[in-house]
């Protein structure tokens, strides 16, 4: 997926296919620079983004990996919990973890989201409004190749959360222990169901936002920023998290799962998951801790968009002073 040019303006906000609302005569990045600001914006976004919301992150996938039923009562025991037994930092445990995956993950993601849309001709504000399916699907191909690029930190991530420290002290035993003790393959134990609810979480959630912000655009007559962004992007987190939930569920469970005593795992397959949790907890069992996710959901998807369009600006806009001076 090769580079292009993407347009910068003098105010000091990225005039990126923007030419309709600005009389000054863009000056232009090449490719290369395009993509390096993309992964450095992507990976600062994704690590704020997740430190934010890392102590609401644990308490969600400790309910999604068990029986135990979900209130916001019983999270925030679990929370007060584990930081009187633990200290304070056990809100962050598997932090590591999660800034081992999602600062390449999210910089992936954010990078091929700008590369697909090349590919598939929609990297305009007239072309996304033309093909509104394809730009869909762009949001969906750049989370699928993200997470396919880094799902095994996402394993790893999941058992240190839901482990206690003694099992697994670092991310580097948790690759250990499961390689030797599970086998390679764990490590993309859950890799389909997380694929499926890719596909409409990322593609949902980028649609969502870019058409959000050109909507803004045309309204207000000015491209959106700061807390704008954060509360567009929150508003595209909480639909994409709503539409891609269910198998979320489906995905920590497989991660987490225990091998029985003969080696075999108690739900072997997606299908068989899904039949436990249905057959045990009912429909609800699906959207367990999912009002915990839209309020870890938005504040997540909002800071990380924000970020992302404020980091890139930034650097865009100084990459351009230094060139021209």
């Known amino acids: 997926m090769g580079g ?12 990126e296919d923007r030419s309709s609302h600005t009389r000054q005569t863009p000056r232009q990045i090449n490719g ?5 600001t993309s992964l450095a914006a992507g990976a600062t976004a ?64 954010f990078a091929a989201h700008e590369q697909w849309k090349k590919v598939f001709g929609v990297d305009s504000p007239q072309a996304a409004k033309e093909h509104p399916i394809r730009f869909l ?66 593609g949902v959630s980028f649609f969502t936002y ?4 050109r ?8 491209p959106a920023v700061g807390l704008t962004n954060i509360l567009l992007g929150g508003g595209a987190g909480a639909l994409a998290q709503t539409a891609s939930y269910p198998l979320d569920i489906v995905r ?4 987490t799962a225990r091998r029985n005593a003969d080696t075999s795992y108690p739900c072997p397959n997606m299908g068989q998951t899904l039949a436990h ?15 915990m996710n839209w309020v870890k959901g938005p504040i997540a998807v909002g800071v990380s968009f924000a970020t992302y369009d404020f980091t890139k600006t930034l650097l865009r806009n100084l990459s351009l002073n230094v060139h021209s001076s």
């Not at 292009?4 to 005039?15: S, T």
């Not at 973890?97 to 999602?102: D, E, F, G």
């Not at 870019?210 to 912000?213: A, E, G, M, R, S």
């Not at 909507?215 to 000015?222: A, C, D």
Request: hydrophobic share 45%; net charge positive; aromatic share 12%.
């Open 252 to 255: 920590r469970r497989m991660q």
């Open 137 to 202: 699907i762009v949001g969906s191909l750049a989370g699928v190749t993200s997470q396919s690029a880094t799902y095994p930190l996402d394993l790893a991530r999941a058992r240190m959360a839901v482990s206690p420290k003694s099992e697994y002290s670092s991310l580097r035993v948790v690759f250990i222990k499961v390689a030797r003790e599970e086998g390679i393959r764990t490590l993309y134990r859950g890799y389909p169901a997380t694929i499926l609810g890719v596909i409409p979480y990322a």
């Open 210 to 213: 870019d058409l959000l912000k």
């Open 277 to 291: 949790i249905y057959r045990v907890e009912g429909w609800r069992g699906f959207f367990k801790g999912l009002s």
């Open 215 to 222: 909507w803004y655009t045309e309204y207000f007559g000015s």
């Open 32 to 36: 290369g620079l395009l993509l390096v």
């Open 46 to 109: 994704g690590a704020v983004a997740k430190t934010v919301i890392a102590p609401l992150d644990r308490a969600k996938i400790r309910f999604q990996t068990s029986d135990i039923p979900y209130s916001t009562r019983a999270a925030v025991q679990f929370l007060v919990t584990s930081a009187r037994t633990e200290g304070i930092m056990a809100l962050w445990r598997g932090n590591s973890a999660t800034m081992a995956r999602i600062v390449p993950y999210a910089a992936i993601q």
């Open 4 to 15: 292009g040019a993407i347009a910068v303006g003098d105010r000091g906000f990225l005039q």
